[in-house]
Structure formats: structure tokens, C-alpha cells
């Protein structure tokens, strides 16, 4: 019996010896010392022993489960080290390594633009409206006093889905609608999606963005058109911006005038941008012709109001020095994370 003891133990401390991790030490603790353990089925062996022999015996194999328990947590403490010190090393954060670099993305150009212009907009007092881009034939041209024969409704420039529906070919409709439902005094502007069928090439796209914007009022005048128009230019282009009015014709407006604005790029000294001129056209605008205001139940004895409006992808091409407005619709990334 003394022997079997003695073997126990030796293999014993081999095995604990040779535990590799927490875990085989802990099944080593209960294979030996545990309720089902080898050194617990010893003590019971004592039984078989004479009555003379057994404190004898009892004696060593309480000295062996001390000698055994002392050993295992011994060997448990030092594993426990070892694996936390290797936790602590593979979650370590090594503050010198360089960062991951964060894509942040950014405004496209054109809603840039347009922030840009609302903002200049909304601080003058006008409100923005918006309208649908499939549009009444009779919002679109009849009510702006574009008369049936028109080159404006030929087929060839207007998106017909029904001969009474269109694709909005400008954002003008949202006038009209202001006018049906909100009285005098009204100014406002509407941005939006319009639709010409044009073919696509560097300066023509079959649908790109406008700004358009309405004032009508008590004594509204020419005048009144010019400083806000030369104001909201000189906002957005620069203090040093110059406009220039030039008679033009709209079926909509009567006077009606195109608008030209110191040349972004080169500032008035002439360029390619500008064919030489200094100046580039921005707009178009007028006084609000009678007729229209009439169909939409404004007496335009009394009241007057001008209108303007302006291609959103020009001022952008303009501002930002693009050559081809293709560059606005691709959405090459190379393209627009220029604009950050
Ligand atoms: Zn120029």
C-alpha cells in the first residue's frame, strides 16, 4: 500500500508538471483530489489495511494530498501568469501604428450650389416651394402664356408622357401652383429636376436641375428685380461681381432680360470660359407678364411681380471652373471627392 502511495504521487507530480494550460491543471485537480479522484479511492482502500496499520497509512495519504494540493496550486498560479501575460500582450493597442484612414464623404456639387443659393435666398425672405416633375401640360406652357404653337411644346423639346402630361420642362409650373394657392404677397423660389430632350453632350443633358423664383406684390418694379438679382449675384459669385441686364424675350414675362455676371474665372479680364467678354450669362428674367398673373386670379392692376430663373448645372460649371456638365451626372468618385 505504501508503495501504491508513493507511486501515486510521483506520477502525480509528473502530471501536474506537465500541465500546459488552467484548464488541464483543473482536470488534474479533480482526477486527483476530487470526490471520484484517485488519492480519495486510497483512503477508502484503507479499510482492507489491519486496524494497527491504518493511522499509519491515513497519516501518509493526507501528507501526499497536501504535498499534491500545494503542487497543483503551485502550477495553477504560474499558468494563470503565463496566460494572463499573454491576454494582456495580444489585446495590447499599439498607440504608434499608424491610423486607418476614415472615408468621409461629401456634398455633391450641385447640391453645394444649391445650398449655396437657398441659403442667399431664404435670408432675403423668400420661402422654397416645391411641385411635382410630372406636370400638367396646362401648368408647363398654357398658364405661363406659351400658346399652343410654341416651338417651346414641340414634341422635339418636350417630354410628353399624355398629350395633357409632361416631364416638367422647367421648374415654372411651381409658380403657377404658388400663385392658385397662396395670395399675394408671395415670394419665393423652386428648385427642382427639369426635362428637355436634348442629346447629351459636353453643355446639354436631357434632364439637369433649375432655380426659379417668383415675388409678386404691391409695387413691384423693375427696379426691385435688378437690385435682388445683383445682389443674390454678388453673394454667390463675389463682392466684386458685375451684372450686366440685356433685353431678352420670354413668353412669360413682359419686359423679359437676360442676365450676364463678371466671369467667375477670370474676373472680368476675359477668358475661354468667357470667349473674351469678361462677362458669362447666368439668367434669365422679367416682370411677370399680365396674362399670367391673371390666369392664376391676380389682378394685375394691382399687383405686379417679376420672375427669374437659372440653370443649376450652369452656375455650377461656372463656379467650380467644370468643362463638361457629363461630370455633374457620372458620379465618378475621382470626379467628386474634389469637392469636399
Ligand atoms: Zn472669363
Partial sequence: MENELKALMDKALKEINNCQTSSDIEAVRIRLLGKKGELTASLRSMKDLPEDQRPLFGKHVNEVRDALTQAIDKKAGELNRIEKERRLKA?????TMPGKKQMIGGLHPL?????????IFVSMGFSVMDGPEIEYDKYSFEMLNIPKEHPARDMQDTFYITEDIVLRPHTS?????????QKPPIRMICPGRVYRSDDVDATHSPVFNQVEGLVVGHGI???NLKWTLDAVMKEFYGENTKTKFRPGHFPFTEPSAEVD??????HGKGCGVCKGTGMIEVLG????????LLNCGIDPDEYTGFAFGMGLDRLATIKYGITD???????????LSQFK
Avoid: W
Fill in 91 to 95: 489585446e495590447a493597442v499599439d498607440i
Fill in 111 to 119: 447640391t453645394r450650389i444649391y445650398y449655396e443659393l437657398r441659403d
Fill in 173 to 181: 409650373p411651381v409658380q403657377i401652383r404658388t400663385m392658385l394657392s
Fill in 221 to 223: 418694379t423693375l427696379a
Fill in 261 to 266: 455676371a463678371t466671369c467667375a474665372k477670370c
Fill in 285 to 292: 428674367c422679367g416682370m411677370v407678364h399680365p396674362n399670367v
Fill in 325 to 335: 456638365i457629363r461630370l455633374l451626372f457620372e458620379n465618378d468618385i475621382r470626379f
